[in-house]
């Protein structure tokens, strides 16, 4: 479950890190940099975090490796034992 928040989380995250260290990089390059965020492009960058969730959450949405058409079988007990929930493939007709 925290791996499935950490993956959105970490792509939006991933354009402030960037612009960190952009921002760290050119102070220690140029003495005339201060290296703060007083004019950041926050809007810039959180619409870049958050394509970039969208685009991984479809990407990783997409490769779980189902078929389409398939049906999902929840968790059941059968017999006193716990059956695990399981993707059965589409039928063939």
Do not use: C
């Not at 950490?6 to 952009?22: D, T």
């Not at 970039?52 to 490769?63: E, K, N, Q, T």
């Amino acid at each position: 479950m925290i791996r499935s928040l950490l993956w959105p989380l970490l792509l939006v995250a991933m354009p402030f890190l960037l612009y960190w260290g952009y921002l760290t990089f050119a102070a220690r390059m140029r003495a005339d940099h201060d290296g703060s965020w007083n004019e950041a492009p926050f809007i810039w960058l959180l619409g870049a975090g958050v394509a970039l969730m969208l685009i991984g959450l479809f990407f990783f949405g997409d490769s779980q490796g189902n078929e389409p058409g398939s049906v999902y079988v929840p968790a059941h007990s059968e017999d006193g034992k716990l059956i695990p929930g399981k993707m059965l493939p589409p039928k063939k007709e």
